[in-house]
């Protein structure tokens, strides 16, 4: 049973049941009382669904049976006899496994005794099962009640409740599986997102920390912040910070990171909040990175958007979808501060959280940008993940003799001995350039 109010995707994770089940040689009926088939099948084609061609090849029956309200008399015994006999000639003309019913209130349009309601309803499941299907009914969420006429949700074995709520002008869908029974299942709330290709769910937990921890060391992409990394750069798949104020460069050097990445042969996928991938490869082209060669061979893939645009899950979502479809080695998040328009910092956090969680499973090595404000150099990021972090380097900023300087230093990477300098370096036409004065010391950690 799905349920959930106007505009919450019910249809759409309905329909999505049928045709991923044809995708795995279950063929399906779908039998709607609400929408054509004209108008179904037109309203999913920008899901990526094309039912004309299913229904084409005999692999769904798609039936609509009209009910009007105003044609409705109560008036004797009530009894879903025809419907088994339109849904039975169905199931059998395409040897269906998969049956979707949307939605089931039209089938009670206008009547009101809740003994028969119940009677029947509980006939039509057990017929269901009669005939081996698996069946997806949805209905519409009642007042104070998940269905309604509040009794659908008790003789079904499974219940999902959809939602679509506002908050702060941002609209976000959720999914809650209310029950399931014979199966655990989680009982929060997951964010989903209806898109291109149909719709993706979000677990809101975070991923168990067994992940495995590489020992291969990718370049930063600047041969000076290497050597101050032991002289071989990050692990790969690690979680990397670059703060500090504005104009210190730190858009520049994740771009030298990209570049790198891009050299070796690998995927990139970079994500930003501020810029578009037209502007940011232009201003990277003045300090000499041309970044737009890697975009035309598919290595690098841009996502541009503001924060304000979708929620937090919803970003979280659409981050999700664009690294299973690149496949990359490397992604940037530029800059992290920018998603606090779309959620407070205790939220921010928990959303980066699980994207660090996420791309470590997968070794995916991860940069993130964050603006400092002032003369902050150890003081903890505006949203505080530099403790998700395994190496955090800052950029820091200062006006000497009517001059600015740049520093950089890196004040933590685990697993690794690093220089304890704040290393100067300039941002010249032919990229960031370091320049240190001595080989340093390096720092051992022990974590």
């Known amino acids: 049973m799905i349920c959930g109010a106007a505009g919450s995707g019910k249809t759409v994770l309905a329909t999505e049941f049928l045709v991923r089940g044809v995708e795995l040689g279950e063929r399906g009926v779908f039998m709607t009382f609400e929408e054509s088939v004209e108008d179904l099948t037109s309203d999913v084609a920008s899901l990526g669904f094309d039912l004309a061609e299913l229904i084409a090849e005999k692999k ?21 006899e025809g419907l088994f006999i339109r849904l039975d000639h169905a199931i059998k003309s395409v040897k269906a496994k998969r049956v979707v019913l949307d939605t089931i209130e039209a089938l009670f349009a206008g009547f009101s005794n809740l003994g ?6 509980a006939r039509l499941f057990r017929w269901l099962k009669d005939r081996g299907v698996t069946a997806v009914i949805t209905g519409e969420r009642g007042q104070g009640t998940l269905t309604r006429h509040g009794l659908e949700e008790y003789v079904s074995d499974a219940v999902i409740e959809l939602d679509n709520r506002v908050n702060d002008q941002v609209s976000t869908r959720r999914l809650r599986i209310v029950k399931y029974r014979g199966s655990s299942h989680g009982a929060n709330e997951y964010p989903f997102l209806i898109g291109r290709n149909g719709l993706s769910v979000l677990p809101i937990t975070s991923l168990a920390l067994q992940h495995e921890a590489p020992l291969e060391r990718v370049s930063t992409g600047l041969e000076g912040l ?33 570049d790198a990445a891009c050299r070796r042969g690998e995927r990139c996928v970079h994500f930003l909040f501020e810029e578009s991938p037209s502007q940011y490869m232009r201003n990277m082209r003045s300090i000499g990175i041309h970044l737009d060669r890697w975009l035309k061979d598919g290595r690098l893939h841009f996502r541009a958007a503001r924060p304000a ?9 659409a981050m999700y979808r664009e690294i299973e479809e690149a496949k990359p080695a490397v992604v ?27 791309l470590k499973t997968r070794h995916i090595t991860a940069l993130f940008t964050s603006l400092t ?5 150890e003081q903890t990021t505006d949203i505080g993940i530099s403790s998700l972090m395994d190496t955090w380097i800052l950029l820091r900023a200062s006006e000497k003799q009517g001059q600015r300087h740049r520093g950089i ?32 010391p390096l720092k051992r950690r022990t974590r």
């Open 409 to 440: 230093y890196v004040l933590k990477s685990r697993g690794m001995p690093h220089s304890n300098e704040l290393c100067p370096y300039r941002i010249t036409d032919q990229g960031i350039q370091l320049a240190r004065r001595s080989p340093g």
């Open 309 to 317: 645009l979708l929620g937090l899950e919803q970003h979280l979502v």
């Open 373 to 377: 404000g002032g003369d902050a150099h």
């Open 332 to 358: 940037v998040v530029d800059p992290i501060n920018n998603l606090t328009s779309a959620g407070i910092a205790d939220a921010v956090k928990a959303t980066l959280l699980r994207l660090v969680d996420y």
């Open 116 to 121: 028969i309601l119940r009677v029947e309803l």
């Open 226 to 258: 290497d050597a101050m990394l032991a002289g071989s750069g990050f692990y790969r798949g690690s979680s990397v910070l670059v703060s500090g104020p504005a104009g210190t460069g730190k858009s520049s050097l994740a771009a030298h990171f990209v």
């Open 60 to 80: 769904i029956v798609i039936d609509y049976v009209r009910v009007n309200r105003h044609e409705i008399e109560e008036t004797g015994e009530y009894d879903l």
